[in-house]
């Protein structure tokens, strides 16, 4: 018998292949494997594509397969985009919604590759498709569990923040309520008064207090950063620190001579330090041992939900050999109000003070513990790229100067904060007016100049806000100081004070006799 010529063999084998190549692509359920021509027609369809697209090949064979594709990406165009990708790119891949015959959406994992001649020329496209909605759907339900357990664990922690502090201002409320009462009973003796006026102002230090520290762990603390050195500063430290602790506890300071500088807020700074100590001194009731420790590190973990840290930074560490915390409350340590002190020994805003000062500054705080062993709090803060000049010593104080006579214009959209705010002033001796907006202060300033000697507005107001008023006039009047006021306000947080002095409420009246007596230093420096 002759040989076939080896055309034919070829032609032979590239049927048998390609009926080999039919019959395994029909034996496949879980897929849709079709062919679509250049134009995205489609050219063949197996069994898994009938199965859960609900087309018979009759049916299909010859319509474009953007048929599956939802009305909304067929008018964004969709289909075309994909054999563009698929042609340029040499693959597409994507997921989404996709129609069956009768209508129902599915959710499909697409693959679709380009297929060429011998020549490079291309004659078509392998489209493969997968039913994905069952994946889909528990995806959703799995992601909207977590989204529900994430408002509860959220809903818990707010009616946690509320509560305490509808608590600890509802004490103070009754400090002041109380003092007030007392005051008002007639005969009162002198001693008692003054008794009573001590207990109002002290209590509304905590109260300020306890707003800032709030304020702190939200990272809403508007922070005046300053560069100093880190050893400088603790070094001040050292006697509070020791007083603190008291003698039962055995302190060391290891603080390396090169500890580094760093730019943030020297007062915060201190008092995340000593909220630290407070907490170790806390933890050993008996005494004990505490080691302050500071040093340079290359690096910060990612102690708050984020990756590590790469770069110069200056660790300060708080270790003592204290009663040390449960590993299943070590994560909420930093939580408002949260504490593991027994009732009456803490108000759980000591270290969420530290770990808003911490993430607000750029760094981090780490928490090392082990039951009735002890543990470390180390507060990680980017060192600075200048070395800041060391004081040995506290700069003398000066004797107060005379408060001198000064117009000022009062800006307060608050009827009773601006009432009490010009009488305070009028009390120090100013001439005083009040202006309610940003817009009344500027027309009075319009109608006379050189009327005034200081601006003293607050932050936030309807229409334009403190900080808004305060750049018009320094643009429009330049010699015209304006010195801000706030509780609290976004503006300062996300921009500072762009360069003007700030007052915090509430204020008292050292402070704002301070501000004016620097008013007074600087305009006779000039």
């Not at 357990?149 to 922690?157: D, G, I, P, R, T």
């Amino acid at each position: 018998m002759a040989n076939s010529p080896p055309n034919q063999e070829k032609s032979r084998a590239k049927v048998s292949g390609d009926r080999r190549f039919q019959m395994l692509v029909e034996a496949v359920k879980d897929y849709a494997i079709y062919l679509l021509d250049v134009g995205g027609h489609v050219s063949s369809w197996n069994s898994g594509a009938q199965r859960f697209k609900g087309y018979q090949a009759h049916e299909i064979l010859g319509a474009h397969f953007s048929s599956f594709y939802t009305e909304a990406d067929r008018a964004a165009g969709v289909p075309q985009r994909a054999l563009a990708i698929a042609a340029g790119e040499g693959k597409f891949e994507a997921e989404g919604w996709r129609v069956r015959k009768d209508g129902s959406t599915f959710w499909a994992s697409v693959v679709i590759d380009p297929i060429h001649d011998e020549d490079g020329e291309l004659i078509g496209y392998a489209k493969i498709t997968r039913d994905m909605t069952e994946r889909r759907l528990a995806q959703q339900e799995l992601d909207s569990a977590r989204e529900a357990l994430a408002q509860a664990q959220k809903m818990e922690a707010v009616g946690r923040l509320t509560g305490g502090v509808a608590h600890d201002f509802n004490n103070l409320l009754t400090v002041i309520r109380s003092s007030v009462d007392l005051l008002r009973r007639p005969g009162i003796a002198d001693d008692k008064r003054e008794r009573y006026l001590n207990a109002i102002a002290e209590t509304a230090d905590r109260a300020a207090k306890l707003t800032s520290q709030l304020l702190a762990f939200a990272r809403r603390q508007p922070l005046r950063t300053e560069l100093f050195g880190v050893k400088d500063r603790i070094d001040r430290l050292k006697q509070i620190v020791a007083s603190l602790v008291g003698s039962p506890t055995a302190l060391t300071f290891e603080v390396a001579e090169d500890a580094g500088s760093v730019e943030a807020d020297p007062s915060q700074f201190e008092t995340a330090i000593l909220n630290m100590v407070i907490n170790a001194r806390d933890a050993m009731p008996n005494g004990g041992a505490l080691k302050v420790d500071a040093r340079k590190v290359d690096g910060a973990p990612g102690t708050s939900g984020g990756p590590a840290r790469k770069g110069p930074f200056v660790a300060i560490a708080i270790a003592d050999n204290g009663s040390g915390i449960e590993a299943d409350m070590v994560s909420r340590i930093f939580e408002p109000f949260f504490t593991t002190k027994e009732a009456g020994k803490g108000t759980g805003l000591g270290l969420s003070q530290v770990y808003g000062f911490a993430i607000q500054s750029g760094g981090e705080i780490q928490v090392e513990s082990r039951v009735g062993e002890g543990t470390t709090f180390t507060l990680y803060l980017p060192q600075a790229a200048a070395e800041a000049v060391a004081t040995t010593a506290e700069p003398a104080v000066a004797a107060p100067a005379e408060l001198e006579r000064r117009r000022i214009l009062v800006v307060e959209d608050n009827e009773s904060v601006g009432e009490f705010a010009t009488n305070l002033l009028a009390e120090l001796g100013q001439e005083v007016r009040l202006a309610t907006d940003a817009r009344a202060a500027i027309a009075m300033i319009e109608e006379a100049p050189s009327g005034f000697d200081l601006v003293f507005t607050d932050v936030v107001m309807p229409g334009v806000n403190g900080v808004e008023l305060a750049e018009e006039i320094r643009g429009r009047w330049p010699d015209l100081p304006v010195v801000l006021t706030s509780g609290y306000s976004h503006i300062l947080v996300e921009e500072g004070s762009h360069g003007f002095e700030l007052l915090k409420k509430p204020y008292s009246i050292d402070g704002l006799t301070g501000i004016l007596r620097g008013r007074a230093r600087r305009v006779s420096a000039r």
